[in-house]
């Protein structure tokens, strides 16, 4: 069974940065996709960043264009922990962050939720104006 526990939510001024990290244990390999995701209340859960590992030091990523350039995704595959570095916070990045982890068959593209077989409990980000 795999869990994915995340951790460094809190309350931040806009311009503020956050990092959020998520630890996954049971049986999560380095094939696996790692992604983050969140939702606002009354919106749709929406894709944040992701990240496969192409082996070696290679790692692919993607992120969503509204963070493109704000956040940083990375990953320690040892340690089966992956982390969201989050800077220049926006009002509009206020929301729960989900961590996610599926196995990458590439059916699906790392934006979509289909792609994740695990989510963690989520933790709250929000930023003040």
């Known amino acids: 069974q795999v869990q994915l526990v995340e951790s460094g939510g809190g309350l931040v001024q806009a311009g503020g940065s956050l990092s959020l990290s998520c630890a996954a244990s049971?049986?999560?390999?380095?094939?696996?996709?790692m992604g983050w995701f969140r939702q606002a209340p009354g919106k749709e859960r929406e894709f944040v960043a992701s990240i496969t590992w192409g082996g070696g030091t290679t790692f692919y990523r993607n992120y969503h264009n509204s963070v493109q350039g704000r956040f940083v995704i990375s990953r320690d595959n040892p340690t089966n922990t992956v982390d969201l570095q989050m800077n220049s916070l926006k009002p509009e990045d206020t929301a729960v962050y989900y961590c996610a982890a599926g196995l990458d068959d590439g059916r699906w593209s790392s934006q979509s939720v289909s792609a994740y077989n695990y989510w963690g409990q989520g933790t709250q980000v929000t930023v003040s104006s």
């Open positions: 049971g049986h999560i390999f380095s094939n696996y996709i």
